[in-house]
């Protein structure tokens, strides 16, 4: 009786796909963890000779462009009202799984002053987790204008939140 009831079963789950019709493949969406791009909020402060630093702080969202190379554009403001937009391109050298060493290079525009700047420098990144992150640099800034004589360094130490 046995025989004949696990016969009967498979033939009705044979029968059933035979009527299934065509099979299709499941496709199956990757899961992406974030776009890459970072957001970084930061204090900077601008040191042009011994006797002159000037503090403030700004904004600025880094974008992914190759392996470890990514572009950022951003905005600053500091004390007596001196905005400056910049724009970037930092190489990133990871030495741990949480640790990066990274070059930093690019131009910015003190709005206030009209005065372009190229800089260069480096910094450090310390990830927290795969979404939050603190980093610190230093940029020398070379006026390509006249009105300095020596260019200014601009530290900068912030927070990057990825999404």
Do not use: C, Q
């Not at 600053?76 to 905005?83: A, C, H, K, L």
Request: glycine share 12%; proline share 2%; net charge negative.
């Amino acid at each position: 009786m046995n025989k004949l009831i696990n016969t009967i079963v498979a033939l009705f789950g044979l029968s059933t796909l035979a009527f299934a019709g065509e099979t299709r493949p499941v496709t199956v969406l990757p899961v992406v963890e974030s776009l890459g791009l970072t957001a970084k909020v930061f204090a900077a402060s601008v040191i042009e000779d011994t006797d002159n630093i000037v503090y403030g702080g700004g904004v600025s969202l880094e974008v992914p462009v190759f392996t470890n190379l990514n572009l950022e554009v951003g905005g600053s403001i500091f004390e007596d009202e001196v905005y400056a937009i910049n724009a970037n391109a930092i190489y990133y050298f990871p030495v741990t799984d949480t640790v990066s060493l990274y070059t930093i290079g690019g131009g910015s525009y003190d709005i206030d002053n009209e005065a372009w700047f190229v800089g260069g420098g480096a910094g450090v990144k310390y990830s927290l987790s795969s979404t939050l992150s603190v980093f610190a640099d230093g940029i020398y800034n070379w006026n390509t204008e006249d009105d300095y004589e020596d260019g200014v360094v601009t530290v900068r130490l912030g927070v990057g939140f990825k999404f």
